[in-house]
Nanobody, 125 residues
């Protein structure tokens, strides 16, 4: 049974920073790509960032490029999202996800087979 547990969300003022973590268990974590997605109130869930199995390739939504950094520590079975220069429009529930197969899209939600429960990030203006 694969389990993904996010942590690190909270309330922060605009311009501030947060670091999200996603701890994985129950699968060979280091073999699969992972991603972060978010869902704001009244909106559909959207892609934020993704990272390949080794951490050598990263991908970002245009809206977060230059402000967010995705990383992973395979020895700790943990993925991170460092979020800097936060804006009110970054307010959302953030989900981590583990891709189903070795290959697939980094950006498409249906290519991810396992999801965490989400962590709330609220950025006040």
């Amino acid at each position: 049974q694969v389990q993904l547990v996010e942590s690190g969300g909270g309330l922060v003022q605009a311009g501030g920073s947060l670091r999200l973590s996603c701890a994985a268990s129950g699968r060979t974590f280091s073999s699969y790509a992972m991603g972060w997605f978010r869902q704001a109130p009244g909106k559909e869930r959207e892609f934020v960032a993704a990272i390949n199995w080794s951490g050598g390739r990263t991908f970002y939504a245009d809206s977060v490029k230059g402000r967010f950094t995705i990383s992973r520590d395979n020895a700790k079975n943990t993925m991170y999202l460092q979020m800097n220069s936060l804006k009110p429009e970054d307010t959302a529930v953030y989900y981590c996800a583990l891709r189903k197969y070795y290959s697939g899209s980094y950006f498409t939600q249906t290519d991810y087979g396992y999801w965490g429960q989400g962590t709330q990030v609220t950025v006040s203006s």
